[in-house]
T-cell receptor, first 117, second 117 residues
Framework: AQKITQTQPGMFVQEKEAVTLDCTYD???????LFWYKQPSSGEMIFLIY??????QNATEGRYSLNFQKARKSANLVISASQLGDSAMYFC??????????????FGQGTTLQVKP | GAVVSQHPSWVICKSGTSVKIECRSL??????MFWYRQFPKQSLMLMAT?????????EQGVEKDKFLINHASLTLSTLTVTSAHPEDSSFYIC?????????????FGPGTRLTVL
């Protein structure tokens, strides 16, 4: 069965510094996708970044990058130059990609990030 | 990106009443919609997967008679919480997939906060 684990319930980072949010996953499938979402206090889920299991390069989107280590089954999110607006809850999620799959996402427990001024 | 709306954004109701939550894809056709439930400081838990024109598939432990899902068109899915009780108070989020099973991304609605008195 698929499983996503985020071991950091809460993290602090100083404004303008970089921070890494950990995510490990477990799946028996060879083809899967990994997602990171940000959820501010308003509750909306904001898509940040995606990494496919067959992608050779780590995904990057602006200040977000995904440190994908397939052999270790980890997909850590790196946020560079933290801003106060980055304070939120962050979720790692996975879906298996075969077409027979319904496409549902499995979410980790989440990490609450607080950026200090 | 694609836009998903939810209505209402928040609702307060008396115990024993039923509450309907709407999820609409505004600028794309969503063959599949997903309903999640989230308690404070916790992760999203998938309740059911809804495909247009067919019965929803509920996750284990979710009462289908309690949480009625109707996906009547390619742009609208509804979740009805029947005979709501205080323990049903939660944040309900829908998401919609743009396209068929091969489509990669889900787009999330802003969520509905339900409080049952």
């Amino acid at each position: 069965a698929q499983k996503i684990t985020q071991t950091q319930p809460g993290m602090f980072v100083q404004e303008k510094e970089a921070v890494t949010l950990d995510c490990t996953y477990d799946t028996s499938d060879q083809s899967y996708g990994l997602f990171w979402y940000k959820q501010p206090s308003s509750g909306e889920m904001i898509f940040l970044i995606y990494q496919g299991s067959y992608d050779e390069q780590n995904a990057t989107e602006g200040r977000y990058s995904l440190n994908f280590q397939k052999a270790r089954k980890s997909a850590n999110l790196v946020i560079s130059a933290s801003q106060l607006g980055d304070s939120a809850m962050y979720f790692c999620a996975m879906r298996e990609l075969p077409s027979s799959n319904t496409g549902k996402l499995i979410f980790g427990q989440g990490t609450t990030l607080q950026v200090k001024p | 990106g694609a836009v998903v709306s939810q209505h209402p954004s928040w609702v307060i109701c008396k115990s024993g009443t039923s509450v309907k939550i709407e999820c609409r894809s505004l600028d794309f056709q969503a063959t599949t919609m997903f309903w999640y439930r989230q308690f404070p400081k916790q992760s999203l838990m998938l309740m059911a997967t809804s495909n247009e024109g067919s019965k929803a598939t509920y996750e284990q432990g979710v009462e289908k008679d309690k949480f009625l899902i109707n996906h009547a068109s390619l742009t609208l899915s509804t979740l009805t919480v029947t005979s709501a009780h205080p323990e049903d108070s939660s944040f309900y989020i829908c998401s919609a997939r743009d396209g068929g099973q091969g489509a990669l991304y889900q787009f999330f609605g802003p969520g509905t906060r339900l409080t049952v008195l």
